[in-house]
């Protein structure tokens, strides 16, 4: 195909002139400052403590305020969560015998931290869980059974009080069709959204 | 000869009196430039290709299956995996169709926050896929300079629903969270950063000559070929048909939103090349700019999710809508069955029906093309499979 | 080199040996020197450099853990490799794969007798060099086509089949952007060349006249298509032949390919200060005392050099690659016509001013300025609009 000179000396003019920009634009890059940060160890601060407060890492698991109400178990999607709540027959009190989490099946999806009464399940900004073992990988809350919590109008206790209070504010992030929510009975908390 | 399951054939091909013989190549699921876990088998007469056919299936996770057993609230994370480039307008499209199914209407304000974080995500997904089709035709340094800037957008992302990827931030009949406090602040002064990096971007590779050369003209698609192909979203637009599902089969709160739908050709290059479908990214880029600032003047008070029960129950019957996702049209269809669990759910990607015109594009193209197509087309693994 | 040799044997320094088993010896040391001393060395620094230049232009920092500012990160990687098994394909051509690392090496190393570090310092003052180098270069083509065929791999000999049509289609430009020169030096010697030249620009062959300042540019682009770099990467396109004709190699097979490709920027840096940018000329009056002088001409050379090294890798980062095809037109349509053009106004030129046009020299040289000035003035428009934060220091 025949190009008139024009044409021709038209293509060696563009191409040298938006090299030439092309090559102003690397330049000028090479005196900026680069946008990373050597991690971990040249960060300013941890990275941890840089993350915003609805980063979901890693689920933890206040079993001080957890109600046994199953809620987060039938929540989620992955079936990463099994919870051991028997009722003890002579004290005829729930138990919490088991409460694991696998943090390798979970897919940090934040479904199981919603329907919480208490937001005693969330999630933390810790995301470094790379480990050697599979067996690490599932996270045993329960050490020995205990009893699960009974939620009051107003709590008293001062070890459980600013955990709940803490429990409180994770869900409050979450949005409500109609206000905030409260520490409700676990039938309640079903049909809450 | 059989190779997997294609029957090729194996051609003499003569001039003047040469006998060469037809290349089979395997670009195979692994490659660094195939976008994800796809496989093409090239048949190839020296550099120049014959055909080259596509092999899909390699990142099939049965998601639409896996629907059937977690239920309406729990598949809401499985959408993201559907394409988690775009993760956004798959939540939307899943909570979109679950609300059809179950006549469930979302505030206002809910629907603001779905037009802004698709519109941020939009805004990632086509930073994403301009870098890599630059990066795919040897340009090293644009890659980085979009992902610095789709860096700040998975920050903001971040902020707003606490995950960089895969952010299950919808819920039908609404969306999770309300915007944190502040973050109307924030996106502007990312906005405003933004725009000139866009135009820096323009600058250093949409220009220059040599990438203008690798794609104006390669891989022209007619309007007509466009219609007929199934072809959607950036593909359709820069072969000259205008059509938006924002703009044509509105949804959410886009009918209360000024922008413009890019169409056409780019700077360079002919209706339908590559280039033109590069260009229309950029483009749309700016007009998603334009809407998010739109959004949070106009956004009003109020809820941002509907009363939805927790055991999801919608009637019997079935129910499908569209999503203008970053690569087009994305249908969601769902059949109820009256219980909590989905009967059947199919989702209708752009990238599937993208898959099919590459093996007509490709012939006549070099192997160097292909690589051109495949990235201009943009096409991601995940939602091909699904 | 012959010659001091020469004086050596005469001042008996040797004692009876013949002639003959001196020069011998004298040859093999000064290839150990020149190839232990410094061919590997400036190859393994200049991976580093490189990675540390894209780093920068790519906003982000690049190796900086392993030793001081990751200055080891080259010596980690070469001794990695090593480490690594090597793997020779079953299909494979055995002794073809085996041999190909070693033709490339060859060409490469063997430019460097020519090349010249100072005044004194040369291998071998050649009355061919500039002829030598080029001829001896395209012997990496050969290295190269074996590599691609003997892989049994289809895509590794695409890309060898690639190289080759490449390599040898831009050697064309190359000479043809060299006899310029020439004609006006009448010497093909790599000395004599830089003699003909002073230390400041103005009397650079560069802006000698048009013709010369445009054959720079030709010479310059089919010096990177002959090695193999951005734009002309398509042998080793990454994105689309995984790694080309070295797809196949691992180990001290591709430690080789790999040092030849990056070495080899330093061969091309080296051709075109000799011929266009003065060489290793310092302004006389600087010193005397002939080592001193020597160290001055050695550092000046090499910073030159290694500034074309470093454009290079600039230039990598900043283009695309072209397809074959469009590789192949832009030789063959633009750059012989334009080269055979420049060859033709040279000869001219020579003929109607010997001696060279004092005037036009000082104007192209303002002109170069000016070209320089404006573009560090497009660099400030894009630092000013991206309102980006500044960080002079290479160092991070």
């Known amino acids: 195909m025949a190009t008139s000179f024009a044409t021709y000396l038209r293509n060696i003019f563009d191409t040298a002139a938006t090299v030439f920009e092309g090559m102003a634009v690397t330049c000028s890059h090479f005196v900026r400052r680069p946008s990373t940060v050597q991690y971990p160890d040249r960060t300013a601060v941890r990275v941890q403590d840089t993350l915003p407060f609805r980063y979901r890492g890693i689920l933890e698991v206040d079993l001080e305020i957890c109600t046994g109400c199953l809620a987060c178990e039938r929540a989620c999607p992955i079936d990463c969560i099994v919870i051991d709540a028997p009722k003890d027959k002579q004290t005829r009190q729930m138990l919490l015998t088991r ?84 520490p409700a009975e676990p039938d309640e908390a079903e049909s809450a959204a | 000869m059989s190779l997997a399951g294609f029957e090729v054939e194996v051609e003499q091909v003569g001039q003047s009196g040469l006998e060469t013989e037809e290349m089979t190549l395997n670009m195979g699921p692994q490659h660094p430039s195939t976008h994800g876990v796809l496989r093409f088998v090239v048949k190839a007469d020296g550099e120049v ?209 000024e922008f413009d739908v890019p169409v056409g050709p780019g700077a360079h290059g002919v209706l339908g090349d590559s280039y033109a479908r590069y260009a229309v990214r950029i483009r749309e880029m700016t007009e998603s700019i334009k809407i998010l600032r739109q959004c949070f003047r106009q956004m009003p008070d109020g809820p941002v999710i509907a009363k939805v029960p927790r055991k999801f129950k919608p009637p019997a019957g079935d129910a499908y809508i569209r999503v203008e996702s970053a690569r087009g049209d994305m249908g969601w269809y769902a059949v109820s069955d009256g219980t909590e669990y989905p009967y059947r759910c199919k989702v209708r990607t752009g990238s599937f029906a993208a898959m099919a015109i590459i093996d007509k594009l490709s012939q006549g193209l070099m192997l160097a093309d292909l690589v051109t197509v495949i990235a201009s087309l943009d096409i991601v693994a995940p939602e091909v499979d699904r | 080199m012959q010659d001091f040799l020469d004086g050596l044997i005469e001042q008996g320094t040797f004692g009876h040996a013949p002639a003959q088993v001196v020069y011998a010896i004298g040859i093999v040391a000064v290839a150990a020197i020149v190839i232990f001393g410094f061919v590997l060395n400036v190859a393994g620094v200049t991976t580093f450099i490189e990675r540390r230049v894209w780093a920068r232009i790519q906003s982000r920092i690049g190796p900086n853990r392993v030793g001081p500012q990751g200055i080891l990160q080259w010596l980690a990687d070469g001794i990695k490799l090593l480490m690594k098994e090597e793997v020779i394909p079953a299909q494979a051509d055995p002794r073809l794969f085996k041999l190909a690392p070693y033709v490339v090496t060859m060409g490469f190393v063997a430019a460097f007798v020519a090349i010249p570090f100072s005044s004194a310092l040369v291998a071998a003052d050649l009355n061919v060099g500039i002829l030598y180098i080029t001829a001896v270069t395209s012997l990496v083509v050969v290295g190269i086509l074996m590599a691609g065929w003997a892989s049994n791999n289809k895509w590794s000999l695409i890309g060898g ?198 005037p036009v020299w000082y104007l192209m040289t303002a002109g170069g300025f000016a070209l320089l000035g404006y573009f560090f003035y497009r660099v400030g428009f894009h630092l000013r609009r991206s309102g980006a934060q500044l960080l002079l220091s290479p160092f991070s």
């Open chain 2, 49 to 257: 290709m014959r055909q080259a056919i596509p092999d899909v299936g390699y990142l099939h996770r049965s998601i639409e299956k896996i629907s059937e057993k977690v239920g309406y609230h729990g598949f809401m994370p499985y959408t993201d995996r559907v394409d988690y480039v775009a993760a956004m307008f798959c939540n939307q499209g899943w909570g979109m169709v679950s609300e059809k199914l179950g006549g469930i209407a979302v505030p206002k304000r809910g629907e603001y926050c779905r037009v802004i974080a698709a519109e941020l995500n939009r805004i990632a997904s086509h930073l994403l896929s301009v870098g890599t089709m630059v990066l795919d035709i040897g340009a090293i340094t644009p890659f980085f300079h979009a992902f610095r800037e789709r860096e700040k957008i998975n920050d903001l992302l971040e902020e707003l629903c606490g995950a960089r990827l895969t952010y299950n931030y919808m819920r039908i009949g609404g969306v999770a969270w309300d915007l944190p406090p502040g973050y109307a602040e924030k996106v502007t002064a990312f906005l405003d950063r933004f725009e000139p990096m866009l135009e820096e971007y323009d600058d250093l590779i949409s220009a220059n000559a040599l990438y203008v050369g690798r794609c104006a003209g390669v891989a022209v698609v007619s309007a007509e070929e466009a219609v007929n192909y199934n072809l959607v979203g950036p593909n359709l637009r820069a072969s000259g048909v205008r059509y938006d599902v924002r703009r044509d089969e509105p949804y959410s709160v886009y009918p209360e939103l």
């Open chain 3, 161 to 358: 089949i690639r190289a080759a049509a490449q390599i040898v289609s831009y050697e064309i430009p190359a000479a043809l952007s060299i006899f310029p020169i020439v004609l006006i030096t009448g010497t093909l010697s790599t000395q004599g060349i830089i003699r003909a030249q002073g230390w400041a620009p103005w009397s650079w062959f560069l802006f000698y006249n048009p013709f010369t300042f445009v054959a720079f540019w030709i010479l310059f682009t089919a010096l990177l298509a002959e090695g193999n770099r951005t734009p002309f990467d398509l042998p080793e396109a990454e994105s689309e032949l995984v790694a080309g004709f070295v797809t196949e190699y691992s180990g001290a097979r591709y430690l080789f390919f790999f040092l030849v490709e990056w070495g080899n920027l330093y061969v091309i840096s080296a051709v075109l200060v000799t011929l266009f940018l003065g060489g290793w000329q310092v302004p006389f009056a600087l010193s005397d005392h002939p080592v001193v002088r020597n160290l001055l001409q050695f550092l000046t050379f090499f910073a030159k050099a290694y500034f074309g090294v470093i454009l290079m890798m600039w230039i990598r980062a900043t283009l695309p690659r072209i397809r074959v095809d469009q590789l192949m037109s832009t030789c063959w349509k633009y750059l012989v016509p334009i080269a055979f053009a420049n060859f033709v106004g040279t000869a001219v030129w020579v003929a109607i001013w010997p001696n060279g046009n004092r």
């Open chain 1, 99 to 182: 409460f694991d989490i696998d943090i390798a099946k979970c897919m940090y999806c934040g479904l199981c931290s919603e329907p919480c009464p208490t937001g005693a399940i969330h999630h933390t900004p810790e995301f470094e869980g790379a480990d050697f073992s599979l067996e690490s990988m599932v996270r045993r809350y329960v050490k020995e059974p205990v009893a699960a919590y009974k939620p009051k109008k107003v709590e008293t206790d001062p070890v459980v009080a600013p955990i709940l209070e803490r429990g409180m504010r994770y869900l409050e992030e979450f949005a409500s069709p109609d206000g905030g929510p409260t």
